[in-house]
């Protein structure tokens, strides 16, 4: 039995929290004022597993990412004005506006890549493992996905691979089950767990709503896979955000109230029950303040200041330009 | 010099990297194939074996494995056999090693160079005879070799491993058993610098891979008719020495393509864009493509041969170009 994460541990896992869903409701902003912007894929909802893992990471590992990707990048200290100024496809963005949205890449952050071609991290989450591993790093590699790109046969092909050469390789699985009334998997396999389990690899399943929780999964993972053990696969289990899969940017649970922590009552609306039960955010809020760890005041002040971090970020992304189109042809090849 | 089979030349270039860089690592034995130089390989295995993984049957999670640990920093080779098997791992190649340093704008680089043997083989049929180098060709941030000497194959090779973005080399087995001198010392051969393998005032024929030797064979029969053909051998196709192709057409005022893939939107075909947009003025008669017809291929040997290019119809289309 791991021991969950000290007190401070868990007030920097909050802050990162709202910084996640922060920053994602600002990026529905820049959506609502930018109709141009690409298609978003929100990573609200899934902060309490986010940033539960990234806290028990060290500087060194490695990530590959999918579409979903924001909450990661900021998380492991990418510039979110960067951020912001990629996902606007301008010059000063992350990735000098060739990524977009989808691609978020910040390599000193610890990121290779950031496939949107589903199933597409998870294999090269298991090449960046063969290169630590031959290198002789103490480092790892994560790759985190959604349920539904095990339905994707590279994930086996990955999985396989990283078992037969026993890589260090956390294989995250971010199962947020249900998309309206289609599942977003679809598998014969009775538990998903069952896949990594038939090709021998350790299997980890928590609540992915509860930050504690989380961490402690993670730890034991992490201590296994750095310790030369092989890889795990280390599923959380989380309830889409209403919102998670929309064709127009819109709010439908509302902007984040982390008042609504300790004033119940007040939670209400079509979508009050993702908000009471399945938002980590406000439920780890509400654990920290109810256990003493957190005073009401000290979370409201966290949110301030992520507030104007935010706004000033938001800032320097409009007030960059775009990349010149004679920039076109560059850096195709290294 | 020394005299080696392009197969030496080829372990060379992967010894003398290992050799450099305790790093380099390799994905996939048989990188010699199992025909009758596949032995070749013995200085590689038996120096460095420990560095080469042998693989599952998994196209798309080993190219995937190579990618990720090139992006993490490995100098990678990886051999996938036949290259109708790269169809497998093909998002692989195009979408993630192909656009990863242009998508992250400039951050991240992919040092690893991917083998495959591409053609008509003999027997092969028609899922193991894949020419899919203008596919490839026709997406972006991938390089892509097609050596014919064991010259240029150490060197291009060389060259492949040193740079930092990722390179197809595109081979044929026919290529492992030819002889030519090859530098005692170091060397590399900078990709994007055609060869011209035979000069000539008549005619140019560009061909590429195994199809430079048949048309060197088809040059010098064409020559006891009187018909002097200057053969062009790009050596990379991406990047592509438009600047020579075109020189040598506009210098002979004739143009004949040949090369293994089938001929729509073949490489053959970029060649002949490229005459008509810089060699027009220049050309005295009509362009010919040499390439495979349309059709999969079939096992039986005499329409396996009927569909092959070879010195015959390289031949039969130069001649046609003078009629």
């Known amino acids: ?51 539960a893992v990234v806290s028990q990471l060290t500087p060194d590992d490695l990530f590959h990412t999918t579409h979903r990707n924001h909450g990661y990048v900021i998380a492991r200290g990418a510039d979110p004005g960067r951020a912001f100024a990629e996902i606007m496809g301008r010059k000063d963005g992350l990735n000098g506006g060739r990524g977009g949205p989808w691609h978020l890449c910040d390599r000193s952050a610890g990121f290779l890549s950031t496939s949107a071609m589903v199933g597409g991290s998870v294999g090269l989450a298991v090449g960046a493992g063969f290169g630590l591993k031959t290198q002789g790093s103490n480092a790892i590699s994560i790759t985190h996905f959604g349920d539904g790109t095990l339905d994707e046969g590279i994930c086996f092909e990955a999985l396989n691979l990283a078992s037969i050469f026993s890589l ?80 127009k940017p819109e709010f439908p649970t509302g902007v984040t109230d982390l008042s609504l922590a300790w004033e ?42 992520v507030l104007e971090l935010l706004a000033k970020a938001r800032e320097f992304a409009e007030a960059s330009p775009y990349p010149d189109p004679d920039s076109l042809m560059a850096d195709v090849f290294a | 010099m020394t005299k080696k089979f392009y197969a030496q030349a080829l372990i060379e270039a992967l010894t003398e990297t290992a050799e450099e860089d305790p790093g380099f690592a390799l994905i996939g034995r048989g990188i010699l194939g199992h025909g009758a130089h596949a032995h070749f390989d013995k200085p590689l295995m038996e120096r460095f074996g420990d560095r080469i993984t042998d693989p599952p049957t998994s196209e798309g999670a080993v190219a995937s494995m190579a990618i990720g640990a ?67 060709a026709n997406n972006p941030g991938l390089q892509m070799i097609m050596p014919t000497t064991p010259r240029d194959a150490k060197g291009m090779l060389r060259a492949a491993l040193k740079c930092d973005s990722p390179t197809l080399y595109i081979d044929h087995g026919a290529l492992l ?31 590429t891979s195994r199809a430079v030797l048949w048309a060197v064979e088809a040059a010098e029969r064409l020559a006891a008719e009187g018909i002097d053909a200057e053969v062009v051998d790009p050596r990379s196709i991406v990047p592509l020495d438009a600047e020579a192709i075109v020189t040598s057409i506009r210098k002979t005022g004739r143009l004949v393509t040949v090369d293994e893939g089938y001929q729509m939107c073949s490489i053959g075909s970029e060649i002949a864009a490229l005459a008509a947009e810089r060699a027009m003025d220049a050309l005295k008669g009509p362009v010919a493509r040499v390439a495979r017809p349309p059709v999969p291929v079939p096992f039986s040997p005499p329409l396996e041969e009927a569909m092959t290019p070879g010195p015959d119809r390289i031949i039969a289309a130069v001649k046609a170009t003078f009629a």
């Open chain 1, 168 to 247: 260090p390789v956390l294989f995250l699985c971010e199962n947020n089950a249900k998309e309206g009334q289609r599942p977003s998997s679809m598998l014969a396999a009775k538990a998903l767990r069952d896949l990594p389990q038939a090709l021998q690899i350790r299997a980890i399943v928590v609540d992915g709503r509860d930050a504690d929780a989380v961490a402690e999964g993670a730890k034991e993972a992490v201590a296994r896979i750095r310790g030369g053990a092989g890889p795990v696969f280390l599923q959380t289990n989380l309830e889409r955000w209403p919102g998670s899969h929309q064709t």
């Open chain 1, 264 to 305: 119940e009552d007040r939670i209400e609306g079509k979508h009050a029950d993702w908000v009471r039960e399945h938002d980590g955010l406000r439920a780890y809020a509400k654990t920290l303040v109810d256990d003493g760890s957190l005073s009401r005041e000290r979370v409201l002040e966290m949110d301030r200041e």
């Open chain 2, 70 to 136: 090139a992006m993490a920093g490995t100098r990678m080779f990886c051999h996938f056999g036949t290259a109708s098997f790269t169809l497998e791992a093909v998002n692989q190649l195009i979408h993630e090693a192909g656009v990863a340093h242009s998508m992250s704008g400039g951050q991240i680089k992919v040092p690893l160079v991917f083998h495959m043997y591409h053609g008509l083989r003999r027997g092969g049929a028609g899922q193991h005879s894949s020419s899919p180098q203008s596919m490839y």
């Open chain 1, 1 to 51: 039995m791991i021991a969950p994460p000290a007190a401070q541990d868990r007030a920097a896992i909050l802050h990162c929290m709202i910084l996640m869903r922060r920053f994602e409701e600002e990026v529905l902003r820049i959506a609502q004022d930018h109709p141009y912007v690409g298609r978003q894929h929100l990573h609200i909802g899934h902060e309490a597993t986010g940033a």
């Open chain 2, 177 to 207: 058993g030819t002889e030519g001198e090859v530098p005692d010392e170091p060397y590399e051969v900078p990709l994007g610098r055609a060869d011209i393998r035979r000069e000539g005032s008549d005619i140019t024929i560009v061909a």
